[in-house]
């Protein structure tokens, strides 16, 4: 192979491992599609699952939309709940409806996404009876339970 040809191989191979393995500080993260983003965006509680292959039942939590992609947060972080399952094994799927998509979770490092998240909670949820988890997601713990989902 010419030496331009296989540097083209690389970049290829690089961008394949962002898209395939996440990375949420650049652009070439792989996002939903648009639908389901504005789906998930409309409702309150949306069903996931955690793990490939696992016992974990559907469980619902809230989603939130920044910048076109999906979030969530960890209320409790138990060790045998789902953002752990997720940890183990990130792929999952997640119920719209009467639809199932599979996804992958990533963990979200970034100070200001995670602060995006927040308003995002915020605004969304922002009834009275919403005002206590709205405030609790602000907690250390929970920002580092801040998860995306891409697709798989």
Not at 58 to 78: A, D, H, I, L
Not at 80 to 100: M, Q, V
Not at 106 to 132: C, I, M, Q
Request: glycine share 6%; proline share 5%.
């Amino acid at each position: 192979m010419a030496p331009l040809q296989n540097c083209r191989l690389v970049v290829v191979a690089v961008w394949f491992q962002k898209l395939t393995f996440g990375e949420t500080r650049g652009s070439l993260t792989a996002r939903l599609p648009r639908h389901i983003v504005s789906a998930i965006d409309q409702i309150k509680i949306l069903g996931i699952r955690a793990g490939a292959r696992t016992v974990h039942r559907f469980t619902g939590v809230w989603p939130v939309v920044v910048e076109g992609r999906v979030f969530v947060r960890s209320w409790t972080v138990k060790p045998d709940g789902w953002y752990r399952a997720f940890l183990e094994d990130p792929r999952g799927t997640i119920s719209i409806g009467n639809r199932n998509v599979r996804i992958r979770a990533v963990r979200v490092r970034s100070e200001r996404l995670r602060d995006a998240v927040e308003d995002a909670y915020a605004s969304k949820y922002a009834t009275p009876a919403s005002r206590k988890y709205v405030v609790g997601f602000r907690t250390p713990r929970r920002r580092d339970a801040t998860i995306e989902f891409v697709p798989r």
